[in-house]
T-cell receptor, first 117, second 115 residues
Framework: GAGVSQSPSNKVTEKGKDVELRCDPISGHTALYWYRQRLGQGLEFLIYFQGNSAPDKSGLPSDRFSAERTGESVSTLTIQRTQQEDSAVYLC???????????????FGPGTRLTVL | AQKITQTQPGMFVQEKEAVTLDCTYDTSDPSYGLFWYKQPSSGEMIFLIYQGSYDQQNATEGRYSLNFQKARKSANLVISASQLGDSAMYFCAMREPYGNNRLAFGKGNQVVVIP
């Protein structure tokens, strides 16, 4: 079946502009996650959605970052007034139910590479 | 505080040989999950293997096995019979139940398989 998809695959923007990144999770997965990966680094957690529960926004680095999710489907990550330090790959993942069991593995999309000039 | 530690420098491995990638973790919770992901140069994160903290046996998935030493808080990945396509970054990650299912990642191990 289809995996996690993300768009765009690459985004180049000028400092100060807003950007929107999109994630389509695996069908039937109720949990969705956003991570950021800076060059040569591991992944940093940003935000987590699970069903209709309030999202866990504790990883968002500043109030310029926000994310929404429509029901149990598409999510968008918005970065306002982009800065050069926002340049990174933004990865989305989804899992079955967020219950944390053995089968609740996170599967990742291909990522969006964001470059802020 | 860093929860996942991967400190090995980049590794060169001969094709068909085995390679072990080190991972140590830090948690005070008795219930947690450990994951390994592969990230080739194309950038996607590919799930390899999972080990639960209460699992009695070490996890295995094809050529991948996890050497889980709970008392030492280590979860080393063993790749047997290396193939050229195994060249990639490998990330160890931990899921803690009170962390809202988020994964905490290490900085990764670079592996290059040479013919």
């Amino acid at each position: 079946g289809a995996g996690v998809s993300q768009s765009p695959s690459n985004k180049v923007t000028e400092k100060g502009k807003d950007v929107e990144l999109r994630c389509d999770p695996i069908s039937g997965h109720t949990a969705l996650y956003w991570y950021r990966q800076r060059l040569g680094q591991g992944l940093e957690f940003l935000i987590y959605f699970q069903g209709n529960s309030a999202p866990d926004k504790s990883g968002l680095p500043s109030d310029r970052f926000s994310a929404e999710r429509t029901g149990e489907s598409v999510s968008t990550l918005t970065i306002q007034r982009t800065q050069q330090e926002d340049s990174a790959v933004y990865l989305c993942a989804s899992s079955l139910d967020g219950a944390g069991g053995a089968t609740d593995t996170q599967y990742f999309g291909p990522g969006t590479r964001l470059t802020v000039l | 505080a860093q929860k996942i530690t991967q400190t090995q420098p980049g590794m060169f491995v001969q094709e068909k040989e085995a390679v072990t990638l080190d991972c140590t973790y830090d948690t005070s919770d008795p219930s947690y999950g450990l994951f390994w992901y592969k990230q080739p140069s194309s950038g996607e994160m590919i799930f390899l293997i999972y080990q639960g903290s209460y699992d009695q046996q070490n996890a295995t998935e094809g050529r991948y096995s996890l050497n889980f030493q709970k008392a030492r808080k280590s979860a080393n990945l063993v790749i047997s019979a290396s193939q050229l396509g195994d060249s990639a970054m490998y990330f160890c990650a931990m899921r803690e139940p009170y962390g809202n299912n988020r994964l905490a990642f290490g900085k990764g191990n670079q592996v290059v398989v040479i013919p």
